[in-house]
């Protein structure tokens, strides 16, 4: 059974850096990536990365997230720059089969990680 792990949420003031990392402890997946959900708001697409590196990332963090995968590890990593309140949610962890920002395109979820960006 597929299980994915999140690490690395935490409370960060504005403009700080945050590393969410996940393992996946299940069987390699073509699409690794992260959605978030902020309070009061639906779950959204933040970033995807194929098993052959290319990206995916909603515009509100192009430029300051950076999506990246450890296929020896199966890990996937989120580096998350010049952090701001709009970023504050619950971050998962997904695996999937196609680099899409629906979410039924991918079919195993962490259990999330809160990150708290304070102004």
């Known amino acids: 059974q597929e299980q994915l792990v999140e690490s690395g949420g935490g409370l960060v003031q504005a403009g700080g850096s945050l590393r969410l990392s996940c393992v996946d402890s299940?069987?390699?997946?073509?699409?690794m990536g992260w959605f978030r959900q902020a309070p009061g708001k639906e779950r959204e697409f933040v970033a995807g990365?194929?098993?052959?590196?290319?990206?995916n990332y909603t515009d509100s963090v192009k430029g300051r997230f950076t999506i990246s995968r450890d296929n020896a590890k199966n890990t996937v990593s989120l580096q998350m720059n010049s952090l701001n309140p709009e970023d504050t949610a619950v971050y998962y962890c997904?695996?999937?089969?196609?680099?899409?920002?629906?979410?039924?395109?991918?079919?195993?979820w962490g259990r999330g990680t809160q990150v708290t960006v304070a102004s």
């Open positions: 997904v695996a999937g089969v196609l680099l899409m920002r629906g979410e039924r395109w991918y079919n195993s």
């Open positions: 990365i194929t098993w052959d590196g290319k990206t």
């Open positions: 299940g069987h390699e997946s073509y699409v």
